[in-house]
């Protein structure tokens, strides 16, 4: 059974990075598959901020794109998100989850809520 | 690129039958075989109940059905029970090339 689960600070200082982690159990995440972030602003909808393929290639959200990074860790099967300069704005509940090329978020982490405050 | 429209809310009774629409453009849900909608309790994850349009995950019940026409994918829940309250997503690829997704705002289903 493939499980997901968010890791990382839950409270963040504006204009700081945020650093989340994803840790896969039950598939390696070197075997196939993206693997991406999605976040829920308070009260609101979905939203993308990106994926990785298992070969590395990205594909972030365009409005997101100059301030995301997600990184592949396989040795420790982990994958990262590190978004920049965040603002108020950016606190949501953060979820990791696993797609296949064009396919659907299929498996989903429990989510993070992250604050951003000072 | 926008978020895909779907209404706020909708309601039925128990039994009835119901339908969520998703609009989105001819760059993404019309252009698109690969529209997904999710269900999301509250204070869960999202969990999938239909993709590719039409296809459901095993494990979902079959009262949960999808369709599109046009720039406009829609899901349909019959025979509504009182475990089907909930929030439920769609989501869409918008071009195959930059595999950008983008999800609705979501539809709160209360049942009556």
């Known amino acids: 059974q493939v499980q997901l689960q968010e890791s990382g600070p839950r409270l963040v200082k504006p204009s700081e990075t945020l650093s989340l982690t994803c840790t896969v159990s039950?598939?390696?995440?070197?075997?196939?598959?993206?693997w991406g972030w999605i976040r829920q602003l308070p009260g609101k909808g979905l939203e993308w901020i990106g994926m990785?393929?298992?070969?590395?290639?990205?594909y972030y959200n365009p409005s997101l794109k100059s301030r995301v990074t997600i990184s592949l860790y396989t040795s420790k099967n982990q994958f990262s998100l590190r978004l920049s300069s965040l603002t108020a704005a950016d606190a949501a509940l953060y979820y990791c989850?696993?797609?296949?090329?064009?396919?659907?978020?299929?498996?989903w982490g429990q989510g993070t809520v992250v604050t951003v405050s000072s | 690129q926008s978020a895909l429209t779907q209404p706020a809310s909708v309601s039925g009774s128990p039994g009835q039958s119901i339908t969520i629409s998703c609009s989105g453009t001819s760059s993404d849900v019309g252009a698109s075989n690969y529209v997904s909608w999710y269900q999301q309790r509250p204070g869960k994850a999202p969990k999938l109940i239909i993709y590719?349009?039409?296809n459901r995950p095993s494990g979902v019940s079959n009262r949960f059905s999808g369709s599109k026409s046009g720039n406009t994918a829609s899901l349909t829940i019959s025979g509504l029970q009182a475990e089907d309250e909930a929030d439920y997503f769609c989501?869409?690829?918008?071009?195959?090339?930059?595999?950008?997704?983008?999800f609705g705002g979501g539809t709160k289903l209360t049942v009556l």
């Open positions: 989850a696993r797609l296949d090329i064009l396919g659907p978020f299929d498996i």
């Open positions: 990785i393929y298992h070969s590395g290639s990205t």
């Open positions: 590719d349009v039409t």
């Open positions: 989501s869409s690829y918008t071009t195959t090339v930059t595999l950008d997704v983008l």
């Open positions: 039950g598939y390696s995440i070197s075997s196939g598959y993206y």
